[in-house]
């Protein structure tokens, strides 16, 4: 006779399942369908038959036994959907070719100071003539003002500017984009890639994003003369959320003046995140509001509050004229329903994003649950709300706001502060609201006394969100800091304004706006009284503070010392969780040993980007090329890497003027206000607004931490004549006696001839190479002189260029000479004391869904 199953098994199932889809997520390649399917369908039989015949009486073994099965319940789910998903992944063969597509735009376009970015869903595809089978669906760009420059030696054309470098300069004139909508149906010819992105240590994973968004391709349209012009067949009536959302976005634009509010506001309105300008977003980060600024689980969570409020009014007020409908349905119930369903509608405005969809699937779970009359403990309706995210988008486990919403909403429940919240029945809810209110009474009432209740019910309310948003801040901080290496000391005072300013009023007054367009103009002006306070805020000294980032033990450390202390515990137990958050706030890097040095040659596409490390001292060559006008190596990769490093730059030195070299250089002389700026640029050059610059000339030389850094390139009396921006290169060696590193920025065959001819001494073990591997550099002397063991070139995947070219290849390998090149290695970092390793972040970091570009 089989036992009842007791429901405490309900929580190792969540936790196993939930283990097994992170584990899978781990794997660096997928393994063949049948044993993922073979993992789902045993692992589900076992567990059932485990569930129903196993006694109460070995519930400890029982647990163990199906938090196993569940784990491979979700590891088999997760590897089942990945590999069914790859299959569809775009041939090698047709990266760079002339495709002609048919199909539609899935989603409102983004524009920006370069073109326009969209969504496409291929219907069909031609490549000379043949139909060829591509991915459903993929991201292109349509750029404006220029033109192209013919593949060489079959290398396709620019890459996505958000994965490797700055678009093609002007050889042809080019098709303006037109205002593309979505649901429009076209005919374009196109270059496609595989998903690229840019792999570096700490770094943003655009490829695990391109994945998580059901895309396989990114590419351009060929629009020059000499290209078939894309042409609109259709208008077409698909999609029409999406054409909605965009139809408000530019009445936004069309109502609000100041193109900076319209963004915001355009933002909280249909979740265009790309809308708000990226000064906005460093006080919005700075202050520790960054989550308000479009919509987020927050907003839907409220929106559905709100609504289930004023549903459950109406309801209980229409019992006077039907009373069947409350008879048939409590007003409770009708409340949560529509809230819920509202909510739903919400998120479909706001573009259906993953954190949209996670919280919708987290209000819908806790419905379900609580309207079926269960009343399980907290623990399981979070692990279960947990599991049902993760079934339905396994891959939300990578995303910092998958773990910044579930840590919030767990520690909610453990302090008792969410227990009155959108999913709890009325009753309940009405009876939480009275417990918690009761430990203020006491202080409040000296309101009743001055018979101004209601007062004392809105004085009830503030302490209550005051309380919740310290125990929030103070428990997120450690997981803010692990994520982000970055926590904001004002963010509680910030968000103590801006969470109701921005819920309350800014968002409704966004909202209405759809029926009444003036009050786009109030939300807009709301928005700007809200800035000058923020902008006040990020103005505090250490109004955010930047740590190196932790390993994970040091993080879990922090997350749980401080939720120990906001737990409601003695306070004994409470100060425990100091020292817990201590390593997470004190944790160093290793750095090299004195006398010894290192090299992280970043991942910025095509451009260059180093970053020499001694024992006490930084220094880095070259920024990275300016992808838009928003968008920067600097801003995108080395200040959120030299952030998590812990490191403070002594010096940037640029090579020379070239966009590619400098493009970041703004955003690491921000970040570092302290470093010096070595560099070829001319006075007048707009860097030397923001930092005087000292030229670099050959004979500069200085010792950090018994490490030697000389510069040999350029002479100074080349300053005096007209040169090629390249033929100004800063060239630096660095040694420290034993081993050395040359980087030699872009300087060709003539600067090359002149180093050797000088007699200097060139020998390195490791070599920046050239100009990216141009034909123009690296000649055999050259080589030869320097005769380095290993070689880092920084290019772009399929860049225009061809870099680095074959020919160049083929030298160093007749030499024995081991070239990584970004787009195979990622990230490369080499060290003096391991001279013969490069550690690559491709290979370190490699996930299933990465890139592994041919040989």
Not at 100 to 106: I, M
Not at 231 to 257: C, F, I, K, N
Not at 449 to 470: I, M, P, Y
């Amino acid at each position: 006779m089989s036992a009842r199953p007791s429901g405490r098994l309900w929580g190792p199932i969540f936790c196993g399942f939930v283990a097994g889809a992170a584990l899978q997520l781990q794997q660096p390649a997928l393994l063949q369908a049948w044993v993922y399917g073979a993992l789902l369908v045993g692992s589900a039989a076992l567990a059932l038959v485990c569930f129903r015949l196993s006694s109460d009486a070995m519930w400890g073994l029982r647990a163990v036994a199906v938090l196993v099965l569940a784990l491979g319940l979700g590891f088999g789910l997760t590897g089942l959907r990945a590999v069914i998903f790859q299959a569809g992944a775009l041939a090698p063969a047709l990266e760079g070719r002339d495709i002609e597509v048919t199909g539609r735009v899935v989603a409102m376009p983004q524009r920006n100071d370069d073109g326009l970015r969209f969504r496409f869903a291929i219907e069909s595809a031609r490549l000379d003539g043949q139909p060829v089978v591509l991915p459903p669906r993929v991201y292109l760009g349509w750029y404006a003002g220029f033109g192209f420059r013919e593949p060489v030696t079959g290398i396709g054309g620019p890459d996505n500017p958000d994965a490797s470098g700055s678009p093609a300069v002007a050889t042809a004139l080019q098709r303006q984009p037109p205002a593309l909508r979505a649901g429009e149906h076209w005919r374009m010819t196109v270059r496609l890639k595989a998903p690229h992105g840019n792999r570096n240590p700490h770094g943003f994973d655009y490829e695990l994003w391109l994945w998580e968004q059901g895309v396989q391709a990114t590419g351009y349209v060929r629009a020059g003369l000499r290209d078939p012009a894309p042409t609109r067949l259709a208008d077409g009536w698909r999609h029409p959320v999406e054409r909605m959302r965009q139809s408000l976005r530019d009445a936004v634009y069309a109502r609000v003046a100041d193109r900076q509010l319209a963004g915001v506001v355009a933002a909280l309105l249909v979740g265009d995140q790309n809308a708000i300008e990226r000064a906005d977003w460093d006080v919005f980060r700075a202050t520790g509001v960054a989550h308000l600024m479009s919509i987020s689980g927050l907003h839907i969570t409220m929106f559905a509050w709100l609504a289930a409020q004023g549903i459950g009014w109406l309801w209980r007020r229409s019992a006077r004229w039907t009373p069947a409908l409350c008879l048939a349905l409590p007003a409770g119930s009708a409340g949560v329903w529509g809230g819920l369903l509202l909510a739903a509608g919400y998120a479909l405005l706001s573009g259906w994003g993953v954190p949209a969809q996670r919280t919708v699937w987290m209000l819908a779970t806790v419905v379900l649950l609580r309207q079926s009359g269960k009343r399980w403990p907290w623990p399981q309706v979070w692990l279960l709300a947990m599991a049902v995210v993760v079934a339905l988008d396994p891959w939300a486990l990578l995303q910092a706001g998958f773990w910044l919403s579930f840590v919030a909403v767990g520690i909610l429940f453990s302090t008792g502060s969410a227990e009155d919240q959108f999913a709890i029945n009325s009753g309940a809810a009405h009876a939480n609201r009275e417990k918690a209110g009761g430990r203020f009474d006491k202080k409040l009432r000296v309101f009743r006394v001055l018979g101004v209740s209601w007062l004392a019910g809105a004085a009830r309310a503030l302490l209550r969100a005051a309380r919740e948003q310290w125990v929030l801040t103070l428990a997120l901080a450690p997981l803010s800091l692990l994520l982000f290496n970055q926590v904001s000391l004002v963010g509680m005072v910030a968000n103590g304004l801006a969470i109701p300013w921005v819920t309350l009023l800014v968002t409704p007054l966004s909202l209405l706006g759809v029926l009444w367009a003036p009050l786009w103009d109030l939300a807009a002006a709301a928005v700007a009284a809200l800035m000058v306070f923020l902008q006040w805020l990020a103005l505090w000294p250490l109004a955010s503070i930047s740590v190196a980032a932790a390993p994970l033990w040091c993080a879990l450390a922090g997350v749980a010392g401080g939720a120990l202390l906001v737990l409601r515990l003695p306070w004994h137990w409470r100060v425990l969780g100091v020292p817990l958050l201590l390593p997470v706030l004190l944790w160093q890097p290793l750095r090299p040993m004195s006398g010894q040095f290192e090299l992280i040659a970043a991942d910025v596409g095509q451009g260059n980007a180093l970053i020499v490390r001694t024992a006490s001292h930084t220094l880095v060559y070259d920024a990275g090329p300016r992808f838009t006008r928003e968008s920067d190596a600097g801003h995108r990769v080395l200040v959120p890497l030299l952030r998590a490093l812990g490191d403070k730059v002594d010096t940037l030195m640029l090579s020379h003027r070239d966009s590619d070299h400098i493009g970041g250089a703004p955003a690491v002389l921000a970040m570092q206000p302290q470093a010096a700026l070595l560099s070829s640029i001319e006075d007048g050059h707009p860097l030397q607004a923001l930092r005087p610059s000292r030229r670099c000339v050959v004979g500069q030389h200085w010792v950090w931490d018994g490490v030697s850094f000389d510069v040999l390139h350029p002479p100074a009396r080349d300053y005096e004549t007209s040169q090629k921006s390249n033929a100004m290169s800063c060239v630096l060696r660095i040694s420290n006696g034993n081993k050395a590193a040359l980087l030699a920025g872009d300087i060709e065959l003539a600067q090359e001839q002149r180093l050797v001819a000088a007699g200097v001494d060139l020998k390195a073990d490791v070599l920046l190479v050239p100009h990216h591997g141009s034909k123009t550099s690296s000649s055999p002397a050259f080589l030869d002189a320097v005769q380095p063991k290993l070689a880092l070139a920084q290019a772009g995947y399929r860049n225009r260029f061809g870099h680095p070219a074959p020919p160049v290849l083929e030298r160093y390998r007749e030499r024995g000479i081991a070239v990584f090149a970004s787009p195979a290695c990622g990230a490369a970092t080499w060290t003096s004391a391991r001279p013969a390793d490069i550690a690559c972040q491709r290979q370190t970091g490699l996930r299933y869904w990465h890139h592994r570009p041919p040989d």
